[in-house]
């Protein structure tokens, strides 16, 4: 069916997709690259020459390098570990019969539409305020004294917030693989008085096993990089400073550039790793 | 298909499913409430549900305060303008990937979605300077451009899953019966692929809609989105609890609306097809 001159003209018509990614991908990336190998201070002197390695050095050397993959880490695996296995009862749940299960679906998709300044304003403030915000009059209801949320309990506060946003997301995926299940499957074995827990773990969790798969690998790339609900909750203290965010401090409130950048390359690398497993995956389904 | 239970179990699921939903959908409905009541009603101890004196002052307020109407246009512009710029560049990209596919449109797919997952801050200030060099920032045009570029690869994985569906043999049944080009591109092919695209607009819109690394770091005053307009409540004059939530809802109802309607198309694009 393809002749040659269909070819050429496929060629024509994906070149400006590809040369505008490459372009996107390539300069900032090689500008970034290249600060990272030099002294550059925009607001002290401005371009000092290069330097080698010691941005890199002195990156990984400072006192926040490490804490801030720490905390990189903890975000990602929390919050992967909360989205997946809520999700999961989730969507089993809402795959059961009831009235209204339209509605229902509705009500829970409904955070992931809530851009992120908006839900970590509104969870800071009308609800994790120490003096007014809901908890503390639910924490007084019950007789206990309120939590200072954004500076006690930052992490779990910031976990919570983004796990609130990503619950749709694995909810979503893992009810359409849930529906995708063949039904008579699932309705022998309860015929057979398979209890529960056998029929999820031989029939469900297998079934579920590419969907999950997908969940993790999509969430690490948009976990890795949150940033607007650090920025608007706590600016990076109380041990909520990322990588992504010591970073930006590097860059924007330092104006370190060659610091920064070399952080940058941390970060593409720690990326690139998580990425080439997600390929991959998708690859292979590709194939199919 | 739908399995049959008793009603008892069935009541049972209901019930727990409509809290949990609930629940999950609190936080946004609280916001919604609270944007109705007066600042002393929002802070009320014990907290107020619904017998309060609903009043629309606080959207009265935060309109005639931060000029709501500007951000708001930026959003539009900014996600609109960036999903048909998109949209155009992305069609006869899948077109060709899905209906003459070479040796290597799956390598090149892939390298496109690995484009996206390049870390933002990475290259923060390389774009940032780039902006500054081009007269670019603080611009529409130029968030414009970024929103297209990050989300381009999504849209062209959206469109391929969607075109490699449309059956080949309907284009050659339809050259059998003497279609030409045009007629085949204008009555088979367009309203085939129709809903697809649709679908993807709605979802890229969505997506560059609450994009907040970006629209933070590349605005100040003149292009700034609703994102922006909002990040503008997280200082402590934020305590405002009313005006916050009104704010909030008019920056999240536009987007909350389309989302319900493309919640189908999310699960499709944000996995690249790989779960339906």
Known sequence: MATKASRSAARIMIAPAVILLLGWMLVPLIMTLWFSFRTYLPLRGGDQGWTGFDNYVRFVSSSSFWPSIMTTLTIVVSVLVITVVLGILLAMLLDQPMWGQGVVRILVIAPFFVMPTVSALVWKNMFMDPTNGLFAHLWRFFGADPISWMSDAAMPSIIMIVSWQWLPFATLILLTAIQSLDGEQLEASEMDGAPLLKRFYYIILPHLGRAITIVILIQTIFLLAVFAEILVTTGGAFGTRTLSYLIFQRVLESQNIGLGSAGGVYAIILANIVAIFLMRIVGKNLDN | MSRAVTPRRKLI???????????????????????????????????????????????????????????????????????????????????????????????????????????????????????????????????????????????????????????????????????????????????????????????????????????????????????????????PEGLFYAKLSAASTMAIAPILILGWFSQKQLVRGLTFGAVK
């Open chain 2, 13 to 235: 699921n209901t019930t727990i499913a409509w809290a949990i939903g609930l629940l999950i959908f609190f936080p946004i409905l609280w916001t919604i409430l609270t944007s109705f009541k007066t600042e002393g009603q929002a802070i009320a101890s014990p907290p107020i549900f619904l017998n309060f004196d609903w009043t629309l002052e606080n959207y009265a307020v935060v309109m005639e305060r931060s000029n709501y109407m500007r951000f708001l246009w930026n959003s539009i512009i900014i996600a609109g303008g960036s999903t048909i710029l998109g949209l155009i560049i992305a069609v006869p990209a899948a077109w060709s990937m899905a209906f003459v596919p070479s040796k290597r449109t799956k390598d090149i797919l892939l390298w496109m979605l690995s484009t996206k997952m390049l870390p933002a801050v990475g290259v923060l200030y390389p774009i940032y300077l780039l902006f500054i060099e081009l007269g670019l920032l603080d611009s529409r045009t130029g968030l414009v451009i970024v929103m297209m570029l990050i989300n381009l690869p999504i849209i062209v994985w959206m469109l391929y899953t969607y075109f490699r569906e449309i059956p080949g043999e309907i284009l050659e049944a339809a050259r059998m019966d003497g279609a030409a080009l045009r007629q085949e591109v204008l009555y088979i092919l367009t309203p085939m692929a129709i809903p697809g695209i649709a679908s993807t607009m709605l979802l890229n819109f969505i997506l560059a809609w609450n994009e907040a690394f970006w629209t933070l770091n590349l605005t100040a005053a003149k292009a700034a989105p609703l994102t922006a307009f909002i990040a503008s409540y997280s200082s």
